[in-house]
């Protein structure tokens, strides 16, 4: 028998449809149906400016939209062959990490929510609120920045964000070993996500699985590590890799990088460069492509953008993680029982604005 | 004879006074034909007409059944319907206790609003569903599906009935009290499984069969977890195991494991969380409630809560003494005075406390999936309960020597009370010590976090949850916050840099009508579509000189599309339409704690008295400028501007507001629709360069192909 989970259902992970086939309660197959929230970002952006496609590609996904706008910027840069300055960089590297620890945040919510754990929903998405509330003061908005620009960022940031954004990740930091006793502590948490939604080394990376959902197998793959862009090269963090692949490893795996990413902002903070923070940009592309790839909380994400020697793009091509996350779901499904779907549709972390674009 | 005093009579004494004041009333009113009739014959002379006591009487036949002496059923019905009432009253503070408190564990506050401390919510939520439609899917069975929820409902209300509350206030009591409110919440899983099956509705047959299959595999344990109880008390009758705790302690000390095991037990019936996979929200909608909507839904609520409540209330009887309170002397010292309290409020407190702990659990763990919950059901509360029952027949009944008082460190003591205490320290440690590598740290953790939660939102102990009180209370923002846009007459240039930049076309430069015009050169200003404005703030980076702003005004909600168009006026403060007004707030100002106490209370009479206000925060969209006749009679019927315009400047601003919205809606229909609306001047496109668009470059200068 076939089951639709959606296309409205009251997971909070977006618009899509998971339809599964059960045998009573096991699940035998499955297939996602994607789409239902595909706005034609990438036709779009080949109509604006660059910067005025900046809006657009904010909205891909909407709760780790740095890491998305500062992506498309960097391809930007690399098409036109921008300079961008030090202090940049550094900024670059403290606000897209600043939204990783909000987006994981999120997600922990989101995930936990599904489980039935109705508080520890609630306590990270008040995490998230000091850290959207220090994002609101350096760019105006609680979600949708727009703060990068062709060169370098904006607005400043001054030293009333560096010294409150420590306080916070300080806080966040300390929350997270509340959010351990509540979790991995509990017997029932347990029981509800270790062994359930695994998947192992080969077929993970034969399904082009990238992010915390690979490292959670064992393979220690992480674009920060592999090809250090910005200012990555130089902070000190660390890499969390777990062996199991079930649930529990994914949820282990994000909740160490939101650690990580805490340490990397604290040391931002400490180190920032003085000096300008945009550099000079053309009006004008040339007539050549640039591709990035970028470590997106969600995984690997790519943007592939060619000139056409006017103002705007010829093409923009945007590789999602989740969308390529998705398709390992059935794998991750197979056998299971129906109670075991939004444990693991919620341990892969799916943002269906990036999905669908 | 009942007592002199009201307060020293029992329930069905209670009864009995009402029945004697209904019977006098009853009377009355069916004698008072017959009286009018003789005074008003009486007072006209006319003699020969008055009737004597026996003539033309109709006596209401149900009034004379109603009040036969010896089967008072009208006593019945008075104790039937007080405890109708207070169950409801009941249950909504049960529902009262379990959203404020939930909230502070969540570090939030619950309802707020609706009346002090929102105890009134649960009565607005209940009328809401009241008004909502009883839909159904066009296939069910509707036997089956009307009868599911009066099933769960009525065997919750007589469950509820068997419950006694103090030694003056039992309803309903009978040798097999214990017995009676067990089967009557055997019920459910029968009435849950014909619920869901009745929707006609893959996902309700679902959920109804776990939920089967989760009570199915709770009754076991819930039953047998009492035998120990019956066992050591040597009765079914709630009142006798009361009366037994009185003497020798509260059974939660004899039989520790036996109440840990009933606890479980109810959590699982009650299908609260951890246990609540059937109606889990994630999982499938709503489980086998999903077609259930309107008061049926609420119903089903109600019916949930009050076996909530008849859960612990057989938890506070069977294992915390009921309604008495423990008579500890320190020395010469009472440590607790039983009998300044009530008993009726000691054992409500009691249930409220149990329930509380209901809740604590709901806040802490997430929910079981149903085979593991089966998992837990069979093969660990069951085994435990048999211990536990054999331990307490073999040591209680056997060794037990009644009658013989044994000198302990706490006092003498029957040595009923030693061998039930010591029986069960030892099943409890017994088990403990099997469980013991999983029980303390990883089940228990949980409670501990959420109860410092609970502590740190208190403001008794100087915290306060994160909640800003919206709109009591403001959230503060930078300054740099961009929300609502500001231009300024005197530096704009007419560049329309902000109109080419905006990458939704928002911004169209438009003859400014009351513009100040500090340079005539420069006389056409922006003008906002906020409809599509998505406040990315380039706008705002392009301008040359500085004259558009956003600031950080965010209560910008309108409620028709043409109050989203911001001319280029009222961007630059000329005319006040929208800009000055905040209508998140409604018109009402809310100040002192007197306005915050009425007007929620007043809200829901309030706007079947002030259409015109609540009909605009309705959000008609798109028929804004519809006024109701009670605001048309308020202008006094009169249709000429000029008259209304005397009047209006004697009227209350309320008034003056409905006679604008008159006054608009009578130029609308004079006038007809206009020419240009604000979708053909943002549609118009004046400033993008030919040729940008899609198909519009022609094929030599296309050289990217």
Redesign the interface.
């Known amino acids: ?1 076939w ?1 639709n989970i959606g296309p409205q ?3 909070t992970h977006g618009l899509w449809d998971l339809r599964i086939k059960v045998n009573g ?1 096991v699940i035998v197959d499955s297939d996602p149906q994607v789409g239902y929230l595909h706005r034609s970002v990438e036709k779009i952006c080949e ?2 400016e660059f ?6 590609t904010e909205r891909l996904c909407y709760v780790a939209n740095m890491n998305w706008t500062h992506l498309y910027v960097h391809a930007v840069e690399k098409l036109m062959n921008v300079e961008v300055p030090d202090r940049a960089k550094w900024i670059r590297v403290m606000v897209c990490e600043m939204n990783r620890v909000a987006s994981h945040l999120f997600w922990l919510g989101a995930f ?12 990270p998405i ?1 995490e998230r ?1 000091y850290v959207l509330d220090l994002l ?6 609680r979600m ?1 920045y ?1 703060y990068p620009r062709i060169g370098g960022q ?2 400043d940031v001054d030293d009333k964000f560096l010294r409150r954004s420590k306080v916070v990740m300080d806080m966040i930091l300390e929350r997270t070993f ?1 959010y351990e ?2 979790l991995d ?5 347990g ?2 996500t270790k062994g359930v939604g695994v998947i192992d080394r080969a077929m993970a990376k034969n399904a082009g699985l990238t992010g915390p959902a690979l490292r959670a197998c064992g393979v220690d793959f992480d674009v920060r590590k592999a090809t250090p862009y910005w200012a990555y090269g130089e902070v000190d963090f660390e890499v969390p890799v777990y062996d199991e692949g079930d649930c529990f490893a994914r949820y282990r795996v994000r909740l160490e990088e939101i650690r990580e990413s805490c340490k990397i902002v604290k040391q931002c903070a400490d180190r920032m460069p003085e000096g300008e923070f945009i550099g000079k940009a053309p009006r004008v592309a040339p ?1 050549t492509y640039a591709w990035v790839r970028h470590e997106d909380p969600r995984g690997e994400s790519m943007c592939f953008i060619m000139g ?2 006017g103002k705007n793009a ?1 093409r923009v091509k945007f590789r999602s993680p989740a969308f390529v996350n998705i398709s390992a779901l059935p794998i991750m499904l197979l056998g299971y ?6 444990a693991v549709m919620g341990s892969i972390d799916v943002c269906i604005g990036e999905v669908d674009r | 004879m009942a007592p002199a005093n009201p307060f020293d009579w029992t329930y069905l004494e209670l009864c009995g006074a009402l029945n004697d004041i209904s019977y006098h009333v009853v009377y009355a009113v069916g004698d008072l034909p017959h009286n009018l009739w003789n005074i008003l014959a009486a007072s006209l002379g006319m003699r020969d007409r008055v009737l004597a006591p026996g003539d033309m009487t109709f006596h209401i036949g149900l009034a004379d059944w109603l009040f036969v002496q010896n089967r008072e059923i009208m006593v019945s019905l008075i104790a039937a319907t007080l405890l109708l009432m207070f169950s409801l009253i009941n249950v909504l503070m049960f529902i009262w206790v379990e959203r404020k408190l939930l909230a502070r564990f969540m570090d939030r506050r619950g309802p707020m609003v609706a009346g002090p401390f929102g105890l009134l919510q649960n009565v607005w939520d209940g009328m809401k569903l009241m008004t909502k439609e009883n839909a159904h899917p066009a296939r069910a069975d509707m036997f089956a599906f009307f009868l599911c929820p009066v099933i769960l409902v009525g065997s919750a209300f007589a469950a509820a009935g068997a419950l006694p509350m103090s030694p003056k206030v039992q309803i309903a009591s009978i040798d097999l009290d214990l017995l009676w409110v067990l089967m009557l919440f055997a019920f459910s899983p029968y009435a849950i499984f014909l619920g869901g099956w009745a929707s006609y509705n893959k996902f309700s047959l679902i959920g109804g069969m776990r939920s089967a299959a989760q009570m199915l595999a709770g009754e076991v344990p819930f039953f047998l977890s009492v035998g120990g109880v019956i066992l050591i008390t040597g009765s079914f009758r709630f009142a006798d195991i009361v009366a037994w705790q009185d003497a020798h302690g509260w059974l939660i000390f004899a039989q520790p494991l036996g109440a840990i095991l009933f606890t479980i037990a109810v959590l699982i019936e009650l299908e609260r969380i951890p246990f609540d996979l059937p109606e889990a929200e994630s999982e499938l909608v709503e489980g086998w409630t999903t077609e259930y909507s309107g008061l049926r839904w609420g119903m089903l609520w109600l019916g949930g809560y009050l076996r909530g409540y008849v859960g612990c209330a057989m938890i506070v009887l069977l294992f915390l003494g009921g309604w008495g309170m423990p008579n500890y002397k320190l020395g010469e010292l009472p440590l607790l005075t039983p009998h300044i309290i009530p008993p009726v409020f000691i054992f409500l407190l009691k249930s409220y406390l149990v329930f509380a702990v209901f809740v604590w659990i709901r806040s802490a763990y997430p929910r079981l999936r149903t085979d593991q919950l089966l998992n837990t059901g069979w093969k660990r509360l069951l085994p435990a309960t048999l211990v536990n029952i054999a331990v307490a027949g073999f040591l209680v009944v056997d060794q037990v020597r009644p009658g013989e008082v044994v000198q302990t460190p706490f006092g003498p003591m029957s040595q009923e009370t030693v061998v039930a205490w010591v029986v069960g320290a030892f099943t409890f440690l017994a088990v403990a010590a099997l469980y013991s590598m999983h029980l303390l740290p990883r089940v228990l953790q949980p409670l501990v976090s959420t109860a410092r939660m609970f502590v740190q939102t208190l403001g008794w102990f100087g915290g306060r949850p994160f909640t800003v009180l919206y709109p009591y209370e403001r959230l503060e923002v930078p300054l740099s916050e961009r929300w609502l846009h500001g231009l300024s007459d005197e530096k704009c240039i007419s560049c329309a840099r902000c109109c080419r930049i905006c990458p939704d076309n928002c911004l169209n430069m438009v003859e400014s009508q009351m513009g100040q015009h500090p340079d005539p050169r420069f006389t056409t200003r922006p003008a906002l579509d906020a409809s599509h404005c998505m406040f990315c703030g380039l706008c705002v980076e392009v301008c040359p000189t500085g004259a558009l702003t956003m600031g950080p005004n965010f209560e910008l909600a309108g409620f028709s599309r043409d109050e989203l168009y911001w001319s280029q006026d009222q961007l630059m403060g000329y005319d006040k339409k929208t800009m000055q007004e905040h209508p998140a707030k409604g018109e009402i100002e809310v100040v002192t704690w007197v306005d915050k106490l009425l007007y929620p209370l007043l809200t829901p009479v309030l706007q079947f008295v002030t259409p015109h206000n609540y009909e605009r925060a309705k959000g008609s969209h798109s028929d804004a400028n519809v006024v109701s006749s009670a605001v048309r009679e308020l202008a006094g019927g009169k249709e000429d501007e000029r008259e209304l315009g005397l009047i209006m400047d004697n009227m209350s601003p309320r008034s003056k507001k409905a006679v604008e919205m008159l006054l608009a809606e009578m130029r609308t229909r004079r006038q007809g629709p206009r020419d240009v609306s604000a979708w053909d001047l943002r549609h118009e496109r004046k400033h993008e360069p030919k040729g940008s668009g899609f198909g519009e470059t022609a094929p030599e200068e296309d050289e990217a192909a």
Request: glycine content about 6%; hydrophobic content about 40%; aromatic content about 8%.
């Open positions: 028998m089951i259902h009251p997971s309660e109509r604006k910067i005025m496609a900046m809006p657009m936990v929510h599904d489980i039935g754990n109705l508080t520890m929903f609630l306590w008040r609120e609101e003061y350096i760019t105006g908005a949708m727009n904006v607005k509340e006793k509540m502590e509990s017997d029932m948490f029981v509800r007539k056409t020697g010829y029982k129906i109670p075991d779907v939004p």
